[in-house]
């Protein structure tokens, strides 16, 4: 049994997480998972997504407790089931091997989409969350994940006192830090998978910035260590062509252009997109969804068979159905238009594919 809960709250205890790795791929000890999914898989590829399903929440309102989450659950069961079915078919489309999404009500509504993906669609998903501190939206992220990946450990990095009284950095209340084992022909290759959701709107960009320390300092050890990471999610950034070690932003820290150390770097994976690929929202010119990983998944290592990016890409057709919606028929009459109408979200996915070499 692989599966264990790792809660940490500074740097020390990603140490850790560093001893998963090692310079080989591990062999496998098991021909299936804990739920009794195969775990090996004839595909040398890892598709990672990442999607932004905007207030992804069931019609029930008993267990949210602010105004805002009983605003936005979903007005029915109908409806709740049109959406959670659309979207199972929309992700069974394309079959990610891991799929990061935020703005998910809990774990439950995770359950329900991957009991609707194997139920309508035949595919086996596993669902991973950890409750975050938004205590206002009540939105988490988490993360299903395919037969041939397993999630050996799961963590939600605490913001004790000691990072509450330093003004570089801020808490970070909905993320999800886990390890997974891609599994390829009884060998296991491990990649620290972290999935976040960062504060809105321009005049957040200060709070982003804290936020983006706040992450690298939980990951900068696991990255030195030349682990392969991926850091993914809604980052809400106003940022938008290449990243420069000009005046500090939340993606120039997340990328490590704020130290002289480049063993710490991060790269945009959205920066291969053509520029008419990168806007992710339904706002003109916005590209808040991001996907980044480090130089080990950059770079082919001649040694051993590892991991490496091989494109990105901008999977609107799984969101938008006819033509994309006005911001005032999503936001504003979302369940007044024809089912076959509305987009799905105004957040558009993000699919990373990585080969083994």
């Not at 620290?192 to 960062?198: A, D, E, R, S, W």
């Not at 983006?212 to 999610?233: C, F, M, P």
């Not at 996915?349 to 080969?355: H, I, Q």
Request: charged share 30%.
């Amino acid at each position: 049994m692989y599966l264990y809960r790792l809660r940490c709250s500074s740097r020390s205890t990603l140490s850790l997480v560093v001893l998963l790795f090692c310079a080989a791929p591990l062999k496998s000890q098991q021909s299936q998972n804990a739920d009794g999914r195969s775990n090996t898989t004839s595909d040398p590829t890892l598709k990672v997504m990442t999607w932004n399903l905007e207030w992804f929440y069931d019609e029930n309102q008993n267990d949210n407790y602010s105004d805002l989450a009983k605003e936005k659950a979903a007005p029915s069961r109908q409806e709740w089931d049109w959406r959670r079915d659309s979207v199972a078919e929309s992700l069974s489309r394309v079959q990610p091997d891991v799929i990061a999404l935020q703005e998910i009500e809990n774990r439950r509504v995770l359950w329900y989409l991957s009991s609707a993906m194997k139920r309508n669609h035949q595919k086996n998903y596993f669902e991973t969350c950890i409750e975050g501190r938004d205590f206002f939206t009540e939105q988490d992220v988490g993360l299903l994940t395919s037969s041939n990946t397993e999630v050996i450990s799961e963590s939600f990095h605490g913001f004790p006192p000691s990072l509450r009284q330093d003004d570089r950095y801020y808490s970070v209340t909905k993320h999800l830090q886990t390890t997974i084992h891609f599994v390829h022909d009884g060998e296991r290759y491990p990649v620290v998978i972290f999935n976040t959701h960062l504060r809105a709107r321009a005049e957040a960009a200060e709070i982003r910035i804290k936020q983006a320390r706040s992450i690298k300092l939980w990951l900068a050890e696991t990255i030195r260590s030349g682990a392969d990471v991926i850091v993914l999610g809604d980052i809400n950034t106003e940022q938008v062509g290449d990243i420069t070690r000009t005046a500090p932003t939340d993606m120039m820290i997340l990328c490590g252009l704020d130290t002289e150390d480049p063993a710490d770097d991060l790269v945009d994976l959205t920066r291969s997109l053509s520029i008419q690929d990168r806007q992710t929202h339904l706002i003109e010119g916005k590209e808040f969804d991001r996907i980044l990983c480090s130089q080990s998944l950059i770079e082919d290592d001649p040694t051993r068979k590892d991991l490496v990016f091989a494109k990105i890409e901008n999977l609107k057709q799984l969101c938008i159905k006819q033509k994309k919606d006005t911001q005032e028929q999503h936001w504003d009459h979302y369940w007044d238009q024809p089912t076959e109408e509305r987009d799905l979200s105004d957040h558009l996915p993000l699919m990373a594919t990585f080969e083994l070499k």
